[in-house]
């Protein structure tokens, strides 16, 4: 059960980081950084549909979370849910194009294996 | 013979681009370092806070929504959330000053706190294998942090605007 809702919330993040960065990706950068400016940006991109499922699946995530510090220690929950950079690590690879060096491979894959170490 | 009069009438010179520069650095630097101890901090006191609560409150949840809806009531759960509120806020902030790059790095030490936090105040069991994947972790993100914030737009500069105006405005 705790191994299962770690899967949702690393799911969940790795969806919302996805559907964030098409939907910013889209919009186009921010360079104006004053409130006002910021609440327009914030309101044009509240009503985009990849904001929304990214707003959803954070949700998903924070109550999965709930759930699982209710059945599990603070020290494991935490570092397992950092799992969530070995998959971005891969979404980002393959389905955002981005250029993944050896250097963000090897990262990925040490934090891999540091989860697989709270397994133990 | 160019640094005998540093800063009198040189202001065309390419010698004045490098006396000018780190002034104007130096304030940005204190709120950064001041930005990232609060993500730092927030992050882990805010799940550290929502730990307790959850333990306070005794019931695993689950079961049914009314369990999730109560426990927001739980006044250290309600501490927690307002807390990572806090540390997404602060983090935003902190993007907008400093590269991921350096961002991811520094914060990953919150994996390293956090640890600390539920073995001092908490008194969870940490085995070896715990402290030694909770450091890895913080090597793989501090890592993945080193490497250069941007690879899909490697070509354009700050210094050219956007390409795509949104949309909206016109």
Redesign the interface.
């Known amino acids: 059960m705790t191994w299962f809702l770690v899967g949702v919330i690393v799911g969940a993040t790795v969806l919302a980081d996805y559907f964030q960065t098409r939907a910013m990706r889209r919009h186009g950068e921010i360079h104006d950084f004053r409130p006002g400016a910021l609440g327009r940006a914030a309101a044009t991109l509240a009503r985009k549909g990849y904001v929304i499922t990214a707003v959803a699946m954070m949700a998903v995530s924070f109550f999965a979370f709930l759930t699982l510090l209710s059945r599990a220690d603070l020290s494991f929950a935490v570092p397992a849910t950092a799992a969530s950079f070995v998959i971005n690590t891969v979404v980002a690879r393959y389905l955002l194009k981005e250029r993944v060096n050896w250097r963000r491979w090897t990262g990925a894959g040490l934090v891999a294996c540091g989860v697989a170490l709270l397994a133990l | 013979m160019r640094r005998a009069a540093p800063a009198k009438g040189s202001q065309e010179n390419g010698a004045s681009r490098t006396d000018e520069q780190p002034p104007r650095r130096r304030r940005p630097a204190v709120r950064i370092a001041l930005l990232a101890s609060i993500v730092i901090l927030a992050n882990a006191l805010g799940?550290?806070s929502?730990?307790c609560g959850?333990d306070r409150?005794g019931?695993?949840?689950?079961a049914s929504v009314w369990t999730?809806l109560r426990?927001l009531f739980e006044p250290w759960?309600a501490l927690g959330i307002g807390l990572l509120i806090l540390w997404l806020l602060a983090r935003m902030a902190l993007l907008?000053l400093a590269d991921l790059s350096y961002v991811l790095p520094v914060t990953s030490v919150g994996?390293a706190l956090?640890?600390v936090?539920?073995?001092v105040f908490?008194g969870?069991?940490?085995?070896a294998?715990?402290w030694?994947?909770?450091?890895?972790?913080v090597?793989?993100?501090?890592?993945?942090?080193?490497?250069s914030a941007r690879?899909?737009l490697a070509a354009r500069t700050a210094a050219d605007p956007?390409?795509?105006?949104?949309e909206?405005v016109r």
């Open positions: 799940n550290f929502m730990k959850i409150y019931a695993r949840l689950g999730y426990v759960v907008s994996y956090n640890a936090l539920a073995r908490l969870e069991h940490m085995s294998a715990r030694v994947g909770t450091l890895v972790i090597a793989g993100v501090a890592l993945v942090g080193s490497t690879t899909t956007p390409a795509v105006v949104p909206e």
